[in-house]
């Protein structure tokens, strides 16, 4: 890791003025934000980025905003340990309970923030190798395309392969969460599906929209409508702390033996968290039964474009479609 400058602002204008003014590559890794440090200072021990400033955002008044009941309100520095332990998000944000439980360790997610965890760069290992110039770091090949691919998209690829590693934005983006970013010219709020970008969209080399004098400042969910339940599930390669091989959000509305209205957001298969939004219409109506189930499934994966290594991502997630529909259901299988 390179000397850097640490600056301690205490609110966000001054944090927003510490940061880059141009946008250039130079300018940009002049200063970084930083706030629980758990992705950002990784890529600075492999010499991945160099910045010459960290922000430290823990002083900034505002960004600690928590509102557990009826709409949530999370402000960027909420812990993931805080959201995973509240009783209320349990109850009726219950995706996103399940998501912030499950990622990595007690340890990192007592320190790890949400806003971290939203903005965390990908994981692929072309990317996190130093000496690799592929695509996210301004080469011109994405080599998992043709190579060591088993962790890759098999939706929305292209140039560059990554997923997104994040379990909290694709529980967030099915519970229709809103975004607010505060930049030199105001505050701006977006849903957050559109938060993320392809990488066939803008810059290849960024998954947000957040420019480089930006600062995601909260997160927030409507309270749920009556009759709806949600749950997350993820599939990872070993029992201990990891990142989701495939992962599935789910939401649904269920009248005595029929699925009333669904919503589905599918995980690390894409570079973007994945809204399913054939299946979803699929489901509207239709009977609650197995064969339901499995036919949502299928739709679900009709336009994957597996890569070579990473086929079986297509089996596994109609598997963990069909498993969380059935657990909405109360575990029974008609």
Known sequence: MKSFELARPTSLDEAIDLLPKGRGPAEIDDARPLAGGQDILTEMKDYLITPKRLVDLAGVAGLDAYQSAPDLVLGSLTRLARIAADPQIALHHRALSIAAESVASVQI???????????????????????????????????????????????????????????????????DATVTKRGPRGESRMPLEQFFTLPSEGSVVRENVLKANEILVQVEVPAPKPGWTSTYLKFKERESFDFAMSAVALSARIEGDTIAEARMVLGAVAPIPWRAGEAESFLAGKPNTHATWKEAAEIALAQAEPLEHNGYKVPLTKGLIQKALRELSGGESK
């Open 109 to 175: 997610r007592n320190q790890a923030t949400l806003g971290g965890n939203l903005c965390q760069r990908p994981r692929c290992w072309y990317y996190r190798n130093e000496s690799v110039p592929c695509i996210k770091k301004g080469g011109a090949e994405c080599f998992a395309e043709s190579g060591l691919n088993k962790y890759n998209a098999i939706f929305g690829g292209g140039p560059s392969y990554i997923v997104h590693p994040s379990d909290c934005a694709t529980a967030l983006v099915l519970l």
